[in-house]
C-alpha cells in the first residue's frame, strides 16, 4: 500500500482528538498523507531517510503504561501532561538511548500538528546539547504557543488505562 492510499483510509475520520504514532523504520514517508486539521500526527524517522528498527516505540509503550512522575513528563514546564509532553519525552528517552550506548542516533521523530504537511523536529529545542539538542544548560525551555506542537500542547492527557486483561479460556 503506497503511503498515499494508507493516508486515504482516515482522511473521512473526524472526532474531536486525533493522534497518530507512526513508530516504525521510515514512518515519516507517512507524515504528509495523514496531515489534516485537528490532528497530530508523530512519526519515529524523518521522511525517507532513516530505514533502521526504531527505539521510539518502546518509549512510547513505556510512557503509556508505566507514565514517569509529573516533573519528569512535564516536558514544557507548564504543570500538565500533555500529548506533546508524551512526544518530547518519548524523544528524549530515545536519544538518551542512543547516546548511553554511544551509538550514533539513526531515528530523529517529527511531529505535524498545524496540516502543513511537514513535520518539525520539536524536540531539537528540549534536549540538552549532549542528547543532540539546542537547550543550552541552565536555560529555560521554550514555550509553544503556535506552529507544530501548539496543537498537541492542548490536548491533555488522562491517566493512561489499564492493560486490556487476557480472556480465559475453559
Known amino acids: 500500500m503506497q503511503n498515499v492510499e494508507f493516508g486515504k483510509l482516515f482522511a473521512d475520520i473526524r472526532c474531536q482528538e486525533q493522534a497518530f504514532f507512526l513508530t516504525t523504520a521510515a514512518s515519516g514517508f507517512f507524515v504528509k498523507p495523514l496531515t489534516m486539521p485537528g490532528r497530530v500526527v508523530m512519526a519515529a524517522t524523518e521522511a525517507d531517510r532513516e530505514v533502521n528498527e526504531t527505539i521510539f516505540p518502546h518509549k512510547l509503550a513505556t510512557a503509556l503504561a508505566a507514565p514517569p512522575p509529573i516533573l519528569e513528563f512535564d516536558m514544557d514546564g507548564d504543570g500538565r501532561p500533555t500529548l506533546l509532553d508524551l512526544y518530547l519525552w518519548t524523544a528524549r528517552e530515545t536519544a538518551q538511548e542512543y547516546a548511553s550506548g554511544e551509538i550514533l542516533a539513526t531515528e530523529h521523530s517529527q511531529l505535524d500538528d498545524t496540516a502543513a504537511s511537514r513535520a518539525s523536529e520539536l524536540q ?5 546539547e549532549e542528547l543532540g539538542g539546542k537547550l543550552k544548560a541552565g536555560a529555560a ?5 503556535a506552529g507544530d506542537g501548539a ?7 488522562a491517566a493512561p ?6 480472556e480465559q479460556r475453559e
Open 141 to 145: 525551555v521554550p514555550l509553544i504557543r
Open 151 to 157: 496543537l498537541a500542547r492542548q490536548i491533555v492527557l
Open 124 to 128: 531539537a529545542d528540549f534536549l540538552s
Open 161 to 166: 488505562p489499564a492493560p486490556p486483561v487476557p
